[in-house]
């Protein structure tokens, strides 16, 4: 494997990594549920995403790089629409986002009404 591949798939995995870290400061430092939800599925499908791209970037195999970027796909896919899920079923069971934030929720959320 070429030496620049190396120092391309280094880079990508600290930037990764860095996105990661700002993910998991974000759900341990934010308020309530939903905007610890918001830093996870945000910061963390791209930390996420970026590791696995550098994991296929060094391994200089055309098959597990193709492996690895189906995979960034299919966070990008689930990830927004299980938050999107998780947030929508804690609304529905009563979980109120905290009181300094900014909301525009209506009232009747539950679709038993």
């Known amino acids: 494997m070429s030496e620049p591949l190396q120092y391309l ?13 700002l993910a998991a400061l974000g759900v341990l430092r934010l ?29 200089g195999d055309g098959a ?5 970027l189906l995979g960034v796909v299919f966070l990008l896919l689930a990830t927004p629409i299980s938050a999107h899920l998780l947030a929508r079923a804690a609304l529905r069971a009563g979980i109120r986002p905290d009181p300094r934030t900014n909301t525009d929720i209506s009232t009747d959320t539950p679709a038993e009404k």
Do not use: C, E, Q
């Not at 308020?31 to 296929?56: C, I, P, T």
């Open 9 to 21: 798939g280094a880079a990508v995995l600290l930037v990764g990594a860095m996105f990661s870290l």
């Open 31 to 59: 308020g309530d549920l939903y905007m610890r939800l918001h830093a996870a599925s945000k910061a963390g499908v791209v930390g996420a995403g970026l590791m696995l791209l550098a994991a296929g970037i060094v391994s």
């Open 64 to 68: 597990i790089f193709l492996r690895a």
